[in-house]
């Protein structure tokens, strides 16, 4: 525990600035008519992306509550800023699956507000602790646990369908990156329903993390692949098995935020994934940001070391971008439109 007490003020210390953001992020173009059959992928900040294909629709946690660093320690009350999710968050009545990669609150508090208003028809999936984490707020039947059905980088796990059976996701056991000083924070698991939501960012367990295979279906062909994480992996973890359809991977979203803390990050899920495009989410300073505003590539992060070892790994045929909060990529079978 002194340890752990020790690292977060460390931690707090260190991680009191971001630092101004120059890397180039990716903005909507105006200028381009897109067609039906493009696969449209709007970042929503933190671990949020709002994808859509032909009618289709799946959306990663969305997170737009941001309290100050000060206030995510223990026992310091949070909870979900309803009005700031309802400002900020797109219309959503299409999506049908909403994926959680980890539990933490800058991953789920959000959630099932968003699932009570905005996306009254997704179903929300993830670890058991996610599941038990909030299901006093969010009708059980809503909320499906993947533990049994992950997959690891030496077999696939089992193809999860939506109800039209226009999307598929293929969980794969992942791993959460150390905060600082290899400590994990907010680590742990719930293994019975909570009778309330947790009212402190360390009652948000971390659970089992997941990455994902998301795959958008033309009937029973695979029309765009997109690989998901949403948290920096200490590989093996993370990493993607041979799932044998002969289908590629055409976009792979990574993690910046604590990619130091792990070894061969991000260049093992590069490696592994192959993808035609890599897309970094999860880059911003999220504690108390403004998500209208200028934002800061997050806090205790090296951006200059992150993007070296990331173009020296990127395949010379892939294409990558760090978008604009609330910026949409569209994809046809050629890659990403400009």
């Not at 909507?28 to 709007?42: C, G, K």
């Not at 206030?71 to 009350?77: A, D, H, I, S, Y």
């Not at 992942?174 to 939501?197: Q, V, W």
Request: hydrophobic share 40%.
């Amino acid at each position: 525990m002194t340890r752990i007490l020790t690292a977060a003020i460390l931690a707090i210390i260190v991680s009191a600035c971001s630092s101004k953001l120059h890397i180039p992020t990716y903005q909507t173009s105006n200028t381009v008519a897109h067609a039906n059959d493009e696969l449209s992928i709007q970042y929503l900040g933190v671990g949020g992306h709002l994808m859509r294909y032909k009618g289709a629709a799946l959306m990663t946690a969305p997170s737009f509550t941001n309290p100050h660093f000060l206030r995510v320690g223990p026992l310091m009350p949070i909870s979900s800023d309803t009005e700031t999710v309802d400002r900020y968050m797109p219309p959503a009545d299409d999506v049908s699956m909403i994926l959680v990669g980890h539990a933490h609150y800058d991953h789920l508090m959000d959630v099932p507000h968003v699932m009570n208003t905005q996306a009254k028809n997704a179903d929300v999936y993830g670890s058991e602790t996610m599941k038990n984490s909030i299901m006093s707020k969010v009708d059980k039947n809503r909320i499906h646990a993947l533990n049994d059905l992950l997959g690891d980088n030496n077999a696939a796990g089992q193809w999860v369908y939506n109800k039209d059976r226009s999307i598929r996701i293929m969980g794969l056991k992942s791993s959460h990156a150390p905060h600082f000083m290899g400590i994990t924070f907010m680590r742990g698991e719930y293994d019975k329903p909570r009778e309330s939501l947790p009212w402190h960012a360390f009652g948000w367990k971390e659970g089992q993390t997941i990455a994902y295979i998301i795959d958008f279906m033309d009937a029973e062909n695979v029309a765009y692949r997109v690989y998901y994480q949403d948290s920096a992996s200490q590989q093996p973890a993370g990493l993607v098995p041979d799932i044998a359809d002969g289908k590629a991977i055409d976009i792979a979203i990574l993690c910046p935020a604590s990619f130091a803390q792990v070894d061969d990050y991000p260049e093992s899920v590069m490696a592994s994934t192959e993808a035609r495009h890599f897309i970094l989410g999860h880059w911003e300073d999220f504690f108390s940001n403004d998500p209208a505003g200028t934002q800061r590539f997050v806090r205790a992060t090296s951006q200059d070391d992150f993007m070296e070892r990331f173009r020296a790994a990127l395949p010379a045929t892939s294409s990558w971008a760090m978008p604009e909060l609330f910026s949409t990529q569209y994809f046809n079978h050629q890659g990403l439109i400009n």
